[in-house]
């Protein structure tokens, strides 16, 4: 009995290595998570192959004719350009706004520049901490029907203060104007994102060991000194987190901007998922709008993957 | 029914609650309030019980040897209980057979996507659907919806709008049958103009001439003179095509003159006019509906939905507000575009015969009748637009027939919605000014024309 027993499992400890252990182990898991997050992209990307008007029994397979259609359609490329100018503006300001958030709730930077001790900030704190994260826990669609209102040209608030503030003389037309349409659209993500921003930064700041600070202090180095040689470099990893994800929404944004304007006007703030959305639910053309889904699928993935890379190289360069 | 029941579960999972409570008061009592909690319950299943039974035992028993029909629309406007009646009253007339509604998103856009979704399917759950005007075409060209021609014969398709009758044909099959109406019309101030001694304009050179004398004359800042629907949506491109066709051009080509003259007057009413407001341009009917209710302009184009909100008690317009067909250019007629929405059998609905009958009933003059009395729908049938009955406690029917008249559909293609999603974004354009109208013209034409190019030859009236 036992020597049959342990020749087996010298026998499978032989056949199967401890990684092989782990891979059949995490086997089951692998195959659902699989399942749920690759069918579905994989059938975007068949789909996209393949010339599909469900409204007329249209499916033949086409290969790469919606691509090429793709590339020498002036509205995908317009679409690309305004998504990229989103999130470029809204992702940047966020990332900005939000550090600058995330360093006044910080404890640590009142001792940095020698005012204030931990003492003087009590559970206001936290409290703080919940307000800011309020635009965050608004869902996008309930905030850009406020901002909606917030931007009309009528009764909307920004009008009544920069017309009584003497300002302007006529009221502006935040949304119908080209030029201002996608900077009113930007101006509510960041106003919805930065919270979200800020308090990532915050869990990094609140990483930085503070006796780097008492002693950056000893030794006499000004604020910029200590923020620019021990904050951001500490709290670069957190800040390439935030960008992966601020990225991601950004370039995906849908919801902020389709409530707002519809993509109007003259198409100046339709984003690539706008113009998906349009293709495949409005107007049901299910091949070349799985062709529009991949592309932004390759692109956030693109990106993604350069800040990993450039988040790996600043580990290596750490360690 | 199901109220009654909802109330008295309520009311019991109250006392539960309450006994629930009392429970924490004495670890001694808890046998004893364990044995009244099993009470209350029991009593509340008994009740419960009952009360099924004597609400529900009818409908149990005859769900199981009848029809049921069901039904699928959005969701009509004012009380639901009303439309209800009015099925029930179809229920007695026809025993044997029950209609089920089921309600879609009150969004246009989702309610397509159902459709577009379930009646590709196998196998249809409803036999009966209400669709919007401009996708009868799409439907019946996919095979979705029934041949509806025995339901009206072509002798009495004269009682009906003829654009709703031409709307639901398609290839000369009739597809659906209109239920009810809406078409564009003009909205306008009657006090002002009475003041300023106006009658309602029949040009649109006249309605800026107008807007600008009581514009110059009121010195009301927060007063316009004419407020349309200029976002960029399916609404834009029923209101370019009412100053497109009312400047007598019946093609979107740039080569159009009319065409690309009305879109030019159109950007013209905000920049040089100026009477309409640049808000126009991310305008939708509510929107305006909201700018006009408050008294604040004095033309509106607009549906007819918003003519009973104003006779609403409390509505700063109440009593002065006319409506007239909507105005042309000089030597053109008036156009207004069609919408409203009309009745169709899927092709796999289990129920044709049953879901027939309940068309005809919904568009029977007596039902199409009530519809207009209790919840203001505008007939689809015309001879109702002269009913004594319904002339008395509506008047204004009289004014709107002539709009309804007047209507046209969108362009007939069973294209449509991605014509208009081309159309959409260049109109838009040409309004801010960030194309001109020529040019934004000519790229709506070249992407429709791309679009149609591989299913349709020759090119369609509209694109030439």
Known sequence: ?????????????????????????????????????????????????????????????????????????DRFWAACRITFYFTGVSVTAELAFGLGMALLIDRTWPQVLGAGTDAESGHGQAWLRAIILIPWAIPTVVSARMWDWLYHPEYGLFNYLLLTSGLISQPLNWLSDPVWAIHAAILMDVWKATPFAALLLLAGLKAIPRALYQAALVDGASAWAAFRHITLPLVLPVILIVL?????????????VYVLTGGGPGNSTETLSIYAYKTLFQTLQFGYGSALASVMFLLVLMMTGCYLLLLRRYLQEVT | ???????????????????????????????????????????????????????????????????????????????????????REFERRHPGVLVREELLPSSTDQQHQFYAINLEDQRTTFDLLAADVIWVQEFARAGWVQDLDHLLPPLERDLYFPAAIQAATFEQHLHAIPWYMDAGMLYYRRD????????????????????R??????RERTLHGFVWQGKQY??????????????????????????EAALTFMRNLIVRDKISPAMVLTADEEATRHLFGAGRALFMRNWPYAWPLFQQEGSPVRGKVGIAPLPSFPGYESASTLGGWMLAIPRRAAHQREAAQLIA???????????????????????????PALLQSQPWLRELAPVLLAARPRPLSPYYLMLSQALQPELSAALVGTKSPREALASAKRQMTHILGREVDPLPVYLR
């Open chain 1, 1 to 73: 009995m036992t020597a049959s027993r342990s020749s087996r499992g010298q026998c499978s400890g032989r056949t199967l290595s401890e990684r092989g252990w782990g891979y059949l182990f995490a086997g089951p898991a692998l195959c659902f998570v699989g399942s749920l997050a690759l069918t579905p992209i994989l059938a975007a990307v068949w789909l996209s192959f393949q010339r599909r008007l469900p409204i007329f029994g249209i499916q033949e397979f086409v290969g790469l004719r919606n691509y090429l259609e793709l590339a020498g359609d």
């Open chain 2, 213 to 218: 004398t009581i514009l110059q004359g009121e």
């Open chain 1, 244 to 256: 992966v994800f601020r990225t991601m929404d950004a370039i995906r944004v849908f919801d902020a």
């Open chain 2, 234 to 259: 399916e609404g834009l491109v029923c209101v370019a095509l009412e100053f497109i066709w009312g400047h007598g051009a019946n093609s979107l080509s740039e080569e159009d003159p009319g065409a």
């Open chain 2, 1 to 87: 029914m199901s109220d009654g029941l909802a109330i008295n579960r309520e009311t019991a999972l109250l006392m539960i609650c309450d006994i629930s409570e009392q429970r924490t008061v004495n670890r001694e009592l808890i046998s004893g309030l364990g044995y009244r909690l099993e009470v209350a319950l029991l009593l509340l299943y008994v009740s419960l019980t009952v009360l099924s039974c004597l609400q529900g035992g009818n409908d149990g028993a005859s769900f199981a040897s009848s029809t049921v029909v069901i039904f699928k629309h959005g969701k009509l406007s004012g009380d639901p209980r009303t439309f209800e009646a009015l099925l």
């Open chain 2, 192 to 211: 002002l103009l009475d003041r300023y001694g106006f009658s309602p304009p029949r040009t649109w050179p006249e309605l800026v001439r107008i807007a």
């Open chain 2, 361 to 387: 009933f919904l568009t029977s003059p007596e039902i199409q009748r009530r519809m207009a009395l209790d919840i203001g729908y505008k007939p689809a049938r015309r001879d109702l637009y002269r009913d």
